[in-house]
């Protein structure tokens, strides 16, 4: 990442935050958003002289334009784009999912990468032969069922197609479009969760968590931090392009 302009997503969220800490000190500029300003989630000081934060909501198409032009205008020019926006925010059966909860799950999982995507590609599509890279946060659940979230696996599984699609039409630019999908991931809000759910069961803590892996073939916690590898060597990479690397302790290759 050494000397590159890097564009980061959802940096409030769990997984953005980590990415974001893990690029920025070889980045040469980073560009970073949420839909609240930097002081809804950065509490500790020490924010990076390289960063500056724009506040905007992802499924909005003018703040997705904002974001990317903000970033041109700053630096000149855009390397990498990194979109950790999404959530499965509800769980409900199908037959009882409501519609409208339906469109906000793909609106935020689906839409926001479709707009990433196009704004990115106009961004980046002056680049020449140093061309760009792309790389979504997509999920297992593109690939596995996970109970009572159909929408939320649809919405990936269209963002896994989305790669595909745009790693065609961004070849024309030298820009390549790959993604990571990571399993189960101990982030800040899955800690709280794990935690409510032992006070509500009264099961042990540790043993809440482990259930959580129990599918994995290795059976650790996959932290924030953990997704970096996969994210540097896709930001980078001038071979890969229309990828999705699996970051999940084996998850996907489990019974
Ligand atoms: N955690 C996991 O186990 C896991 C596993 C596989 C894939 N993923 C994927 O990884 C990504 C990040 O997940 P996470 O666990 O870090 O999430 P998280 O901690 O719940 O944070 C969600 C992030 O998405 C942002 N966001 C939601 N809607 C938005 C919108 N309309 N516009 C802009 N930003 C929006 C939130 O920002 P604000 O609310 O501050 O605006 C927040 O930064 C998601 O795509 C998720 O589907 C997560």
Redesign the pocket.
């Known amino acids: 990442m050494e000397g590159k302009i890097v564009l980061v997503?959802?940096?409030?969220?769990?997984?953005?935050?980590a990415i974001f800490k893990g690029v920025a000190p070889a980045a040469r500029g980073v560009v970073t958003?949420?839909?609240?300003g930097k002081e809804?989630?950065w509490k500790d000081g020490g924010w990076p002289r390289n960063a500056t934060h724009v506040a905007?909501?992802?499924?909005r198409e003018a703040?997705v334009e904002g974001l990317f032009k903000h970033a041109l205008a700053l630096h000149g020019r855009l390397d990498v784009a990194v979109n950790?926006?999404?959530?499965?925010m509800f769980g409900h059966r199908i037959e009882d999912f409501p519609a409208d909860e339906f469109d906000q799950v793909v609106?935020?999982?689906l839409r926001?990468a479709f707009l990433f995507t196009k704004h990115a590609i106009r961004a980046m599509k002056g680049n020449g032969e140093a061309g760009g890279n792309i790389v979504h946060?997509?999920?297992?659940?593109a690939k596995k069922i996970a109970a009572n979230k159909a929408p939320?696996g649809i919405a990936?599984a269209g963002l896994a197609k989305l790669v595909h699609y745009a790693a065609h039409e961004a070849a024309d630019y030298g820009v390549l479009v790959n993604g990571i999908?990571?399993?189960?991931?101990f982030?800040?809000?899955?800690e709280t969760e794990i935690d409510e759910k032992a006070a509500r069961t009264g099961k042990p803590r540790a043993r809440v968590a482990d259930g959580l892996v129990s599918g994995q073939l290795l059976k650790k916690h996959?932290l924030?931090a953990d997704l970096l590898d996969a994210v540097r060597l896709l930001s980078t990479t001038r071979v890969m392009t229309g990828q999705i690397i699996n970051v999940d302790y084996g998850e996907v290759l489990s019974y």
Not at 10 to 17: F, L, M, N, P, T
Not at 137 to 141: C, D, L, Y
Not at 187 to 190: A, F, K, L, S, V
């Open positions: 997503t959802a940096v409030s969220g769990g997984i953005g935050q958003s949420s839909r609240g809804a989630f905007g909501d992802m499924t703040d950790c926006v999404g959530g499965s609106a935020t999982n926001s946060v997509v999920s297992i659940s939320y990936k999908s990571p399993g189960y991931v982030t800040p809000r899955h996959l924030p």
